[in-house]
């Protein structure tokens, strides 16, 4: 690739990754694991034709959990830096160390030994399957890409007025993971996006929208018309909202808006949070709280998802977790810590990035479709409201009481009238995943978040 | 055991010459460039975090690199590196050029040193409270939420500081220096009563020495208050769903103006015409008696800074004057490009990411009225007094904030708490609807964080009392 810098090669932060472990070993850490990142990327942004912004990143990190023996039990603190000098390692290992003796010791705490890490054969495996080491494009293939799609966008009808611009990008991650227990692993994501915005309508009459795509190589991504015109339509779509009546209405979300049930899902089923007890779901287990039509997974190696692993922020082998299998709570999502205070297998879910402490995380998440399509959604739902666009954060994680702002389109007779805006939806997620009417069969790939059209038969819309 | 207190080791300086960056300057610079700058960071920060009464979590990062800029009419070149040897620096410049058309190097000037006022010390603010002070806090917090309320489960309680050391040098030469503190203390609860729970939350920070924060009683009262808010969730009805006045109580409801109108008036989107503002200049968008500022130069505040990311002293702006619209904000590119002058709203999160125009200190004015006869003037509506997050889409106009504390009122008279509800309206309406304004005007706690186009800064906002006649409240009592 023609941009790229004679870069530190991932041998290198591989190397670095176990060199930070040896250094943290003889500061005084009885277990260490460490993370290393070299990233690099560009991107290209045009706007009414134009080159707006050319933007490169360079950038690198280590990030060190450190744990040290105490009388009352292995203690551990974290530390990351983007100095990767001699120097640089030996002041993060001194740093964490220090920092690990006036931690809390705790006697359920799991060092980074034992764990079910992928054998020799499985990491060369994937590595031959899973192999994503260029993006595809330069900088003047991303900024042909960009230009094509911002001027489809804008050329899409005489309602659009102007333009928030297009926007392609594109960069290698290069990732190292060691631990203390001899593991050592590293993989490369090569990875390219272009989205585009654009403005329908004048003055106080304006409205926005935008549509993007992202996949491992550009040659796999879909054609800036079809983004263009993705955008544009929705734009336009949008145009001359009016409001509707207060009161109880049947809800569809389309694939777009339906990831956010997901999302709210995930952050439930997180086992942190249920050892927390700051998830509505944490007295759930093994519950009925969907109807039995639905089943929603956590697929680590799917061919259309972008958030394949083989293995999470602790070195653990992946799995495929069935979160809900007709409609029953399987699991909660964990890291090694989480699965031993919970009692549950682990599920290879640790996230982790350089700075902090090792959050719990899905690889791709999927909720499986069903067999209507949306305009048999439509039809069955009669009159309701399609939501279209979702704003603000009003979730309660801890009640799953749920109240957020909201734009679509009125349906009625089984069919969209018109387009709302300025409403809010409201109902508890408990309630809003039992009333689920329908799932739709027009399952759509966000990058790691895949989700079809979703049927609530009751929520409160305010207006 | 030796204590470990890294605020007693002096930042390291960058590990850049003068020399060095005079080079990437000569460079990076186009003859017919409009604007450039090197922007170089080094940022510290630890965090001590509490749950299940034990400091679990501790954690540090040290952050340092380099971001280039070249600016040619609309158009941005920007380049980042995390690497400061002179290659990696060169290459950045390199890239930042690539918007360039001229082969011609700029004449290059000097680099010499330019100082501005400080609205904050130049210390890192760790320095003055050692990581076992900070732990026995930690612990206290977490005792004083138990012994309140016997209903109270579970207590996290997290105080972080972080100190940013950066040096803008600007195309002129000129080199300019901030030194920013920057701490923060959240205590978070759950309480449980018959099986059912909920969450309560508060927190506190500013430009200051962690010491000033914990100092005194403002961390138990944030317990305290933490512990209020989850109890009274316990006790709330459902939320009115529909459209019915509202009166915001004073301090942190004033996300009001930072999401109605405050991300609507940054320069950026007011030149590319895609705010719904773009057109109103000199207009009436607020009623009579309302002004608005966004101020970045209140000592200490969370949202203050000397300077902003492209070394132009912070201001404070009029944006709204007695309801007319009076002003924008400001970085030195947009307001180039609209022949206004920049207003110090340049941002950026660090080196490695681009300068846009962001909010400061945002808050409106006191008027006469008194908190009381507002909320009494309530027929039936909500009186919101705490909210969480909020999100506008400045191109509608529609913007939302939820409520995280707020009360059912009739006849005047507050009936009982309800359930966090969004609240949605118009920007460029809204404040048109405000009847009374209070004479309380509060700066909130220190807590913001505000979020646009992928990148966090922290920020301020504030209000006194007001009342909105209209506003669409999303709750599930229709």
Redesign the interface.
Known sequence: MSQSNPMISSQTISEQAIRLIETAKKAGACHADALAICDTGDSISIRNGQVESVEREDAQGLGLRAFIETPNGLAFATASSSDMSEEGLQSLAEQVVTMARISEPDPDAVPPIGANHPTADELSDWQQRHNHSDSGWTLEQGKAAAMECEEIARNYSADISNSEGADAGFGNTHVAYASSDGFAAEYAKASASLSVSVIAGNQDAMQRDYAWHRAFNAADLRSPQHIAEEAASRAVSRLNPGSMDSGEYAVIFEPRTATSLLGHLIGAVNGRAVLQQRSFLADSLNQTIFPDFVHIEDNPDHPDGMGNRLFDGEGTRCTRNRIIEQGRLHTFLADRYVAKRLGQPETGSASRGLTGDIGIGSSNLIWQAGDQTHEEMLKNIGNGLLVTELIGFGVNGVTGDYSRGAGGFLIENGQLSRPVQGITIAGNLKEMFANIAMVGSDLTWFGSTAAPSIAISAMTVAA | ?SE?N?GTTPAPTLPVSIETLQSVLAHMLPADADDGDLYLEHSSSE?L?L?EG????????????MGARVIKG??????????LDTS?LL??GK??R??AQSGQNRTPIAIHDVSAPALYQAINPAESVS??ER?TLLEELDALARSIDPRV??V?ANVSSSFSDIHIIRMDGAAIHDARPLVRLNVSV?V?HNGK???GSAGGGGRFSLSRLIDGDEAKRLVQEAVRLALL?LDAHD?P???MPVVLGPGWPGILLHEAIGHGLEGDFNR???S?FA?KMGKRVAAKGITVVDDGTIAERRGSLSIDDEGTTTHRTTLIEDGILTGYLMDKQNARLMGMTPTGNGRRESY?H?VLPRMTNTFMLAGNDKPADIIASLDRGIYAVNF??????I????????TSEAYYVENGKIQHPV????L???G?EVLQKVSMIGNDLQLDPGVGTCGKGGQSVPVGVGLPTIRIDEL???????
């Open positions: 055991m470990y890294p965090s975090a749950e034990r400091v679990k979590h501790v954690s540090a990062s040290t952050h340092q690199g609309e158009a941005a070149g920007h380049a980042f590196t995390d690497r990696a290459e950045a890239s930042a690539a918007i990581f076992s732990k489960k579970q996290f759950v449980e729970r909920e969450t969730g939320a769903a529909g459209t590319k015409g895609t719904v057109d490695a681009p969480g997050g909020g999100q506008v889409d191109t509608s106009g529609k913007f939302v904030f939820t359930k966090g509800a969004t949605i309206g118009s460029h669409t409240v999303g709750g599930t009592e229709a």
